[in-house]
């Protein structure tokens, strides 16, 4: 049962019910695409042993964890995550941007569809990465899921790629074309009591860890769940500041609270911590960030629930200026996901009117213009549930219309 705590508040912080948004763009990308590239799920089934045989022919393009502005108008970049959910069962899948262009049904029309164009592979062929990766000793040193687990990324004002990964969690430098430009930045712990310059936000599976295990017994050093690094992330409206948003909370924190820390990219280095995000029950998730304009950004908020039983996957409107004596952001519920309007029936699954987005992970939004949102989910793929128990999950991407224009700072949506 939800603590009562939590609904108290929730409504101290003035989470009312969100207008309904409209569904005004609607596109899906089937579920088995692949891309070019060696076999791969061959350790899904026993992770960390290969099966004699993989299953997929190429590579799964899945996924997707992060959505950015592409070259051309209406195409985007979308980031990969590690592929099949963990380091031991994606050794195979090689971690990738791809550029899509979506088609959507509006309307006007449109056949719905999304075109795959390219890849941006992610590679360390200069040797940065100071611990063994999986593909140590080949010239290209081609990144797999087994290395990183990249859940978000931005485009720095200098056109270089940052990506944020869980494994570490890790901050990781690349150029426009993939080649990792510095060894990863760790995570200091800007906790109470901490030494950011000796201290560290650790998850079990970061590699100083993993290379030197505790005895038996003994408890782990690790201060962050498997899988809660930085799912979010996004830049200033100048893209002179990228702020990074842990998934889980840290060990000492107050239960439900996410630190959202900043990076400066042009030095190089960890700024400090922002704030935090409070969760409306510790149970839930954040699946991405996006920028609004200085101060106020977008946070999307899901529980761990998908189907007919989804209760949770909602797009908060935070302010880094609105902050309580614990540092925590005042939050403002803009999009309730699971009720969207669809008068014109442009989604399938659309029924009575009514559009429901209940996929177990929605960890990508993007801010068109100042009433439009793009949204769409992690698959994770070949996962089932959202659409049905036996029916593959797909990725969708859907156009939102916001009854209230958001103040975008100049350079933030399509021009950008």
């Known amino acids: 049962m939800r603590n009562p705590l939590w609904a108290f508040l929730a409504l101290s912080?003035?989470?009312?019910?969100?207008?309904?948004?409209?569904?005004?763009?609607y596109a899906v990308l089937p579920a088995d695409t692949f891309a070019e590239g060696p076999a791969s799920g061959a350790y899904r089934e026993t992770p960390g042993f290969r099966a004699a045989r993989a299953p997929f022919s190429g590579q799964p393009v899945q996924g997707f964890s992060a959505i950015q502005f592409g070259p051309q108008p209406g195409s985007y970049w979308v980031l990969?995550?590690?592929?099949?959910?963990?380091?031991?069962?994606?050794?195979?899948?090689?971690?990738?941007?791809?550029l899509v262009t979506p088609q959507p049904r509006t309307a006007q029309g449109g056949p719905g569809t999304v075109r795959v164009e390219r890849f941006i592979q992610l590679r360390d062929p200069n040797r940065l990465v100071?611990?063994?990766?999986?593909?140590?000793?080949?010239?290209?040193?081609?990144?797999t899921g087994y290395d990183f687990d990249p859940e978000s990324f931005v485009f720095a004002a200098d056109g270089t790629l940052w990506v944020g990964d869980e494994f570490g969690p890790y901050l990781l430098h690349f150029d426009a074309n993939g080649v990792l430009l510095d060894p990863p930045f760790a995570t200091p712990d800007f906790g109470a009591g901490k030494d950011p310059s000796r201290d560290f936000v650790r998850a079990p599976q970061n590699p100083a860890l993993l290379l030197n295990p505790v005895a038996p017994g003994q408890p782990s050093p690790a201060n962050?769940?498997?899988s809660r690094?930085?799912?979010?992330?996004?830049?200033?409206?100048?893209?002179?500041?990228?702020?990074?948003?842990?998934?889980?909370?840290?060990?000492g924190d107050p239960p439900g609270t996410l630190r959202l820390m900043e990076f400066d990219p042009q030095a190089k280095r960890w700024v400090g911590l922002v704030g935090r995000y409070l969760l409306d029950d510790p149970a839930h998730a954040i699946g991405e960030i996006a920028v609004?304009?200085?101060?106020?950004?977008?946070?999307?908020?899901?529980?761990?629930?998908?189907?007919a039983e989804a209760r949770v996957k909602r797009i908060y409107k935070i302010d880094l200026t609105r902050r309580d004596a614990n540092g925590v952001f005042a939050k403002e519920l803009v999009v309730d996901l699971l009720n969207i309007a669809d008068p014109r029936g442009l989604a399938p699954s659309t029924q009575g009117g009514v559009f429901r987005f209940p996929y177990l992970t929605i960890e990508a939004v993007l801010v068109l213009d100042p009433t439009t949102l793009l949204v769409t989910n992690d698959n994770n793929y070949p996962a089932t549930g959202g659409r049905g128990a036996e029916v593959k999950d797909a990725n969708e991407f859907?156009?939102?219309?916001?009854p209230t224009p958001l103040r975008l700072a100049p350079g933030v949506g399509q021009t950008r």
């Open 224 to 226: 962050l769940a498997t």
């Open 292 to 307: 609004v304009n200085e101060n106020e950004y977008l946070v999307i908020e899901r529980d761990n629930r998908q189907g």
């Open 13 to 25: 912080l003035g989470l009312a019910q969100a207008p309904r948004v409209e569904l005004v763009g």
């Open 80 to 98: 990969s995550d590690n592929g099949f959910g963990s380091k031991a069962n994606s050794p195979d899948y090689l971690l990738r941007l791809y």
């Open 130 to 143: 100071p611990f063994p990766i999986l593909n140590e000793n080949t010239p290209d040193r081609l990144l």
């Open 229 to 251: 690094g930085f799912e979010g992330m996004t830049t200033n409206p100048a893209r002179n500041k990228i702020y990074a948003l842990l998934e889980g909370t840290v060990v």
């Open 398 to 402: 859907i156009w939102l219309r916001l």
